[in-house]
């Protein structure tokens, strides 16, 4: 009776992050959304550059924190917070600060799902004999072209692709390889945006979001993913050969 008692508690114990990551994010969902938007910026633009200018290494900080904490816990506003990045530090070194927070607050969530779920889903895959098992061969067969596939294409949500790898047993550090490489192009073609949004606010008018899925943008992204999934490809046709 103890025995089991105390593998129920370790269980309860190991849902507890995931647990408490879904509690904030609906929290965060109904109370956040309209603290954490591209208006609350705009209002607030003139005092976050004044401090950011007082300030430049606490900002800095404060930023990277709040953007681990929206990617942790799925909260809304990683587009605002991306376009904050660009606002408050250019293009560049903001593209770095909201890739290295990205992946940080991705792996903080990775690790809990895991630690949580992915362990156990993990076992029952290897254990499965059907299409749940050759999907989990399949990934772990190709993982770093999938990896880098879910990262690059626009319309995989983020915390999909941040669930997904941890239920299917992906490694850490290649998660986190994937994700910091993956998330480039886009977290560069959206901080760009954020570095021009002055000369927006200026002329009264709202950011163009949709700048990502335009020719010159997306075709480049498509060619990555093309190019991520070129091993896959391969061991397509060389087995299509075989057969």
């Not at 965060?28 to 633009?45: I, P």
């Not at 809304?76 to 293009?91: E, Q």
């Not at 954020?194 to 075709?219: K, S, Y």
Request: charged share 15%.
């Amino acid at each position: 009776m103890t025995e089991k008692t105390e593998t129920r508690g370790g269980g309860w114990t190991r849902h507890l992050p995931l647990i408490a990551i879904a509690v904030v994010a609906v929290i965060g969902a109904v109370t956040l959304r309209d603290y954490l938007s591209f208006e609350t910026l705009k209002d607030n633009r003139e005092a976050l550059l004044a401090f950011r200018d007082d300030n430049y290494v606490l900002t800095v900080a404060v930023f990277m924190a709040a953007y681990i904490a929206i990617v942790a816990f799925s909260l809304p506003g990683a587009t605002v917070a991306t376009l904050t990045g660009g606002f408050l530090f250019a293009t560049f070194p903001g593209a770095l600060f909201n890739v290295t927070a990205a992946t940080i607050g991705a792996a903080l969530i990775f690790l809990a799902a895991r630690w949580g779920l992915g362990e156990t889903l993990s076992r029952r895959m290897e254990a499965s004999d059907g299409t749940v098992r050759k999907i989990k061969d399949g990934i772990a067969e190709n993982d770093w072209s999938v990896l880098f596939l879910i990262r690059l294409v626009p319309a995989v949500p983020f915390f999909v692709a941040n669930l997904v790898p941890a239920f299917v047993g992906v490694p850490l550090w290649k998660f986190v390889v994937t994700t910091f490489l993956g998330i480039i192009p886009g977290a560069v073609v959206y901080t760009s945006v954020g570095a021009g949004l002055g000369e927006v606010f200026a002329r009264g008018e709202t950011p163009n979001l949709g700048i990502i899925f335009e020719p010159r943008i997306l075709l480049p992204i498509l060619g990555l993913c093309l190019l991520a999934a070129l091993p896959i490809l391969l061991k397509a046709v060389r087995g299509k050969k075989g057969l």
